[in-house]
T-cell receptor, first 112, second 110 residues
């Protein structure tokens, strides 16, 4: 079955450590996205990629980095520069702009 | 930048009552999409509206896109406990990615 896989589902890290969240899709979608979800805040865009080897900052990119070396993969690194990293992180993909998104099941990151 | 406002933030209904959530954008949209997120789950795409004044139905759910393409609504007739979750609208403006509203959390008690 086609879909998006995010791993791990739960992640705990100590403050000051970088951590990378995995996102893999087998839908053959060109576009991929990372959103952050906090209680009562909806979904806020961190980064997006329209095509391999290209990505753009979203509304809250500070303290995050991404890469898009393969069409199927769009990992997100949460760096120690991110002031409040504890959140629910959602990866999504779409055929292109103006198409519906398919979301992964998310990674819940807790930094202690 | 583009803002998408959604109201109400929460709604608690008795099973069988109707429910409506409203979405407003500060700018004209090329399309608007609706998603549902069950408690503990991830958002799932429900529908996309593209044309001015468009109305689409999915069983008990009715979606509308305003004439000016700046507002939208989702109406659920005769809610059921399976409708519980958070409903998000997401506007496609001039940027590449969707802008999501903060969502309306629906609680249905039997």
């Amino acid at each position: 079955d086609g879909g998006i896989t995010q791993s791990p589902k739960y992640l705990f890290r100590k403050e000051g450590q970088n951590v990378t969240l995995s996102c893999e899709q087998n839908l053959n979608h060109d576009a991929m996205y990372w959103y952050r979800q906090d209680p009562g805040q909806g979904l806020r865009l961190i980064y997006y990629s329209q095509i391999v080897n290209d990505f753009q900052k979203g509304d809250i990119a500070e303290g995050y980095s991404v890469s898009r070396e393969k069409k199927e993969s769009f990992p997100l690194t949460v760096t120690s520069a991110q002031k409040n990293p504890t959140a629910f992180y959602l990866c999504a993909s779409s055929v292109d702009r103006d198409y519906g998104y398919t979301f992964g099941s998310g990674t819940r990151l807790t930094v202690v | 930048g583009q803002q998408v406002m959604q109201i109400p933030q929460y709604q608690h209904v008795q099973e069988g009552e109707d429910f409506t959530t409203y979405c407003n954008s500060s700018t004209t949209l090329s399309n608007i999409q609706w998603y549902k997120q069950r408690p503990g789950g991830h958002p799932v795409f429900l529908i996309q509206l593209v044309k001015s004044g468009e109305v689409k139905k999915q069983k008990r759910l009715t979606f509308q896109f305003g004439e000016a393409k700046k507002n939208s609504s989702l109406h659920i007739t005769a809610t059921q406990t399976t409708d519980v979750g958070t409903y998000f609208c997401a506007g496609q403006g001039s940027g590449y990615a969707l802008n999501f509203g903060k969502g309306t959390s629906l609680l249905v008690t039997p």
